[in-house]
């Protein structure tokens, strides 16, 4: 599914990423963890294509094909998808016909008419129940006004409708209430299939105990660091990250 290789990124001369390497695997759940400002949402960013960042060195194929090479478009009609960190508002915009445009884009991408408005429709009201979101929020812009946790949710919605090969997820927990957890986490685990794989960015293990990743990483400093099965999330929550900094010689 994701190949990178010794990916090197940075903003103005600022390095950021200093050499990530990253296999996942179809139907595989990577979580990445590591502290404030290791590079994890930049990781992402780079990866779906954010301007922002220069990639310096470095590769990363996305089911046999180049990503860098790839507009921002593209990596998301390929597959992509990025819940972000701190989704954005976009005033008068309805998330309805944001949802159809994004859909007919990727339909058109692969070679397929649009979708008829009766099957949108059904979609719409489909994809909702996966993450139990409040139908009025669809006739509202996308975002505008919507609580934290609103936010969130209509992320896993998009995500749910839009059905990509890799979703990134970052931080999908912060600010959402115990209950609005679990919707979001089982729905996450409602759209997992054997030919989708999921990157889930989190601080804590909370959100891992429901979507139980294969893999977890630490990022720190702009590299991979440490690789292991899921209990190393146990393990940081009761012991932090200064173990891990004593392990890579840094303290
Ligand atoms: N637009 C930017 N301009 C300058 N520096 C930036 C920019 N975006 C990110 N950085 C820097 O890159 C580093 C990594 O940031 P990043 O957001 O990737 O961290 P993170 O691991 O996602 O942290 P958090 O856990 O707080 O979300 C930080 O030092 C941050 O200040
Ligand atoms: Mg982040």
Request: aromatic share 6%.
């Given at each position: 599914?994701?190949?990178?290789?010794?990916?090197?990124?940075?903003?103005?001369?600022?390095?950021?990423?200093?050499?990530?390497?990253?296999?996942?695997?179809?139907?595989?759940?990577?979580?990445?963890?590591?502290?404030?400002?290791?590079?994890?949402?930049?990781?992402?960013?780079?990866?779906?294509?954010?301007?922002?960042?220069?990639?310096?060195?470095?590769?990363?194929?996305?089911?046999?094909?180049?990503?860098?090479?790839?507009?921002?478009?593209?990596?998301?009609?390929?597959?992509?998808f990025l819940s972000f960190q701190?989704p954005?508002?976009?005033?008068?915009?309805?998330?309805?016909?944001?949802?159809?445009?994004?859909?007919?884009?990727?339909?058109?991408?692969?070679?397929?008419?649009?979708?008829?408005?009766?099957?949108?429709?059904?979609?719409?009201?489909?994809?909702?129940?996966?993450v139990?979101?409040?139908?009025?929020?669809?006739?509202?812009?996308?975002n505008?006004?919507f609580?934290?946790?609103e936010k969130k949710r209509n992320e896993i919605f998009q995500m749910a409708?839009?059905?990509?090969?890799?979703a990134?997820l970052d931080?999908t927990?912060?600010?959402?209430?115990?209950?609005?957890?679990?919707?979001v986490?089982?729905g996450?685990?409602?759209?997992?299939?054997?030919?989708?794989?999921?990157?889930?960015?989190?601080?804590?293990?909370?959100?891992?105990?429901?979507?139980?990743?294969?893999?977890?990483?630490?990022?720190?400093?702009?590299?991979?660091?440490?690789?292991?099965?899921?209990?190393?999330?146990?393990?940081?929550?009761?012991?932090?990250?200064?173990?891990?900094?004593?392990?890579?010689?840094?303290?």
């Amino acid at each position: 599914m994701l190949e990178v290789r010794n990916l090197h990124a940075k903003i103005g001369d600022k390095e950021i990423l200093k050499g990530i390497d990253l296999t996942i695997k179809e139907g595989e759940t990577h979580a990445i963890m590591g502290p404030n400002g290791s590079g994890k949402s930049t990781l992402s960013a780079v990866l779906v294509g954010n301007p922002m960042f220069e990639v310096t060195d470095g590769t990363a194929i996305f089911n046999g094909k180049d990503l860098l090479e790839m507009k921002p478009e593209d990596r998301a009609n390929e597959g992509i998808f990025l819940s972000f960190q701190y989704p954005v508002e976009i005033p008068g915009v309805s998330m309805t016909n944001f949802m159809r445009t994004a859909i007919n884009e990727k339909r058109k991408y692969q070679g397929l008419e649009p979708m008829s408005a009766a099957d949108f429709i059904k979609l719409m009201k489909e994809k909702r129940q996966v993450v139990e979101l409040d139908a009025r929020l669809s006739q509202r812009s996308v975002n505008e006004g919507f609580s934290g946790g609103e936010k969130k949710r209509n992320e896993i919605f998009q995500m749910a409708m839009l059905e990509p090969k890799l979703a990134i997820l970052d931080e999908t927990d912060s600010g959402l209430d115990v209950d609005a957890l679990r919707i979001v986490a089982e729905g996450v685990n409602k759209l997992k299939s054997p030919h989708n794989s999921t990157i889930v960015i989190t601080h804590y293990d909370r959100l891992l105990d429901i979507i139980r990743p294969d893999v977890i990483h630490v990022l720190y400093k702009g590299r991979i660091v440490k690789t292991a099965g899921p209990d190393l999330a146990k393990e940081i929550e009761a012991r932090g990250y200064d173990w891990i900094k004593e392990e890579i010689g840094e303290k």
